[in-house]
């Protein structure tokens, strides 16, 4: 009786350590994606059927589904500034005062570069690994916000700040 409660103990916790945080988004599963599955939307007949546009090979059709426009427009937003290029004349200002000290044109992949090498250095003798670990929380835990302090910071200072829940 012993050895099997022993037996269900050690089974219970090593299958507590195959959580995956949420950082690890890879997927061990070779079945379908239920992500990829979406239903068609219904079929229309416009008023003029003059009006049609003319097939194109490798083009969509109007009932295909378009789950970012449609998340757009369930948020209140315009689906057709999707495919816009450039910036809408109403964030002229915004960009303006963004762009104040010049922007270099290789912000990008100077940061991705940063980046690299921040990660590098800070997972100096962590190679051995026995037990999985969130490497990205490890690196960026200096740079974390405390979302608690910082409320508490802004109500001390006077400003208005929604409720949050008590700390745990």
Same mark, same amino acid.
């Given at each position: 009786?012993?050895?099997?409660?022993? !037996?269900?103990?050690?089974?219970?916790?090593?299958?507590?350590?195959?959580?995956?945080?949420?950082?690890?988004?890879?997927?061990?599963?070779?079945? =379908?994606?239920?992500?990829? !599955?979406?239903?068609?939307?219904?079929?229309?007949?416009?008023?003029?059927?003059?009006?049609?546009?003319?097939?194109?090979?490798?083009m969509?059709?109007?009932?295909? =589904?378009?789950?970012?426009?449609?998340?757009?427009a369930?948020?209140?937003?315009?689906?057709?500034?999707?495919?816009?290029?450039?910036? =809408?004349?109403?964030?002229?200002?915004?960009?303006?005062?963004?762009?104040?000290?010049?922007?270099?044109?290789? !912000?990008?992949?100077?940061?991705?570069?940063?980046?690299?090498?921040?990660?590098?250095r800070?997972?100096?003798?962590?190679?051995i690994?026995?037990?999985p670990?969130?490497?990205?929380?490890?690196?960026?835990?200096?740079?974390? !916000?405390?979302?608690?302090?910082?409320?508490?910071?802004?109500?001390?200072s006077?400003?208005?700040?929604?409720?949050? =829940?008590?700390?745990?």
């Open positions: 009786m012993r050895t099997a409660l022993g !037996i269900i103990v050690v089974a219970l916790a090593v299958s507590g350590c195959s959580q995956k945080g949420l950082m690890d988004l890879r997927s061990d599963s070779y079945g =379908p994606d239920e992500f990829l !599955i979406l239903p068609n939307k219904e079929l229309e007949i416009p008023d003029n059927l003059n009006a049609l546009p003319e097939p194109t090979p490798g969509g059709n109007r009932v295909d =589904p378009n789950p970012k426009a449609d998340a757009v369930a948020l209140g937003g315009n689906p057709a500034t999707l495919g816009q290029t450039a910036v =809408p004349s109403g964030d002229g200002a915004l960009i303006a005062q963004a762009n104040r000290y010049g922007t270099p044109g290789s !912000i990008r992949t100077e940061l991705a570069a940063a980046d690299a090498e921040f990660r590098r800070q997972s100096r003798g962590t190679r690994r026995l037990f670990v969130d490497r990205y929380q490890q690196a960026y835990r200096r740079e974390a !916000i405390d979302p608690f302090e910082m409320n508490s910071r802004y109500r001390a006077g400003y208005m700040t929604p409720t949050a =829940p008590p700390v745990e």
